[in-house]
């Protein structure tokens, strides 16, 4: 039978292949050090786990608005307002299962077949696949480590041509760690608007900033009807498991939104969404502060191990170039990935997941203990290549 091409055309999240690997290897005994899965490796804050209890023995286990109680999206509207400067109605915004069912929806709403998405490569894993499976045509334009992977304006004006609908951006980046200066985002707002393109600003990574600080470009003059912001209670408050994330968006587009929204899932989980709601009277400073502990070793380990990246400024991922190592026992990054698991028993994911051979992504979710063994593993591997 001839299946869906949309579907047939992309393969299954590496992020997520890379780390079942790392998980199935550790799981038949070996001491496996796990640097694959964005993830923090903190518990979730037990005021959240306890509102997700309280909603239980209230009984709150029925459905609710497909778009999300109105509790959670006033809250969300008021963070927006209280936080990033930008004005939302409860109406516009959408919760959805996770920030990666926010994006789909978001696309889905947007893109016709045929239709042109430029992202910015590296580009998280599920970008891509997205778009495909919306009938788009993601179109790839490259930021270079030597610029800190901050993409060209030139380079993403140049890749426009009269199908492009939309262009993605990630900032603090996964996987990279980049966070876009305002200058940047004043540029591509004022391309978006002369070229009557639409922004998806996925801003999971905002809280964890270590340098610098976030801007989102929706709060720009003019980009808040061609933007959506993508955001999720996953990684600031190491809730991957809950599966809440959200958009905001003009209010003609989150009506088309809820619709998805209510077709394809109902609601979100509705203990998760009351966990949610929670989680903004949470601090979690002490984790960012923790995570910027992490990434100054890892920065400095690989450092005196001679290679070369980025120094991440946000996000909690180190992308590696790895090219120098690369034609002789390995030809690519999945390569190079397999044989770094195989050997010295580090979970890493191939640069090629995110549209950037040549690299590996390393996620610093880790304890110092195991950042230290894990690279101390990862230098002898590639000494021996
Ligand atoms: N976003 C995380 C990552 O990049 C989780 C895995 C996934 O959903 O891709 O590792």
Known sequence: MDLSHFVSSVTPSATLEFNKKALELARSGEDVVKFTAGEPDFPTPRPIVDAAIKALNEGKTKYTNAAGIDELRKAIALKLQKENN????????VVANGGKQAIYNVLKALVNVGDEVIIISPAWVSYEAQILLCGGVPVIVQADVERDFIPEINEIESSITDKTKAIMINSPNNPTGAIYPESFLGELADLCIKEDLFVISD????????????????????????????????KTYAMTGWRVGYSATSTKLAKEISKIQSHLASNVNTMAQYAALKAFEVDTSSMVEEFRKRRDLVVSRLSEIGLKFSKP?????????????????????????????????????????????????????????????????????????
């Open 86 to 93: 930008m004005t939302y109605s409860p109406e516009e915004i």
């Open 203 to 234: 801003e999971v990574y905002e809280k964890l900033v270590f340098d610098g600080s976030h801007l989102s470009i929706a709060s720009m003059d003019g980009m808040k009807e061609r933007s959506a912001v993508i955001n999720a209670f996953s």
């Open 313 to 385: 400024a946000g996000a909690f991922y180190v992308f590696i170039d790895i090219r120098p190592y690369l034609g002789r026992r390995y030809v690519n990054s999945n390569e190079f990935a397999l044989g770094l698991l195989e050997e010295q028993k580090v979970g890493m994911v191939p640069g090629s997941a995110f549209s950037c051979e040549g690299f590996i992504r390393m996620s610093y979710s880790s304890s110092v203990e195991e950042l230290k063994k894990g690279i101390d593993r990862f230098g002898r591997f590639l000494k021996a290549i």
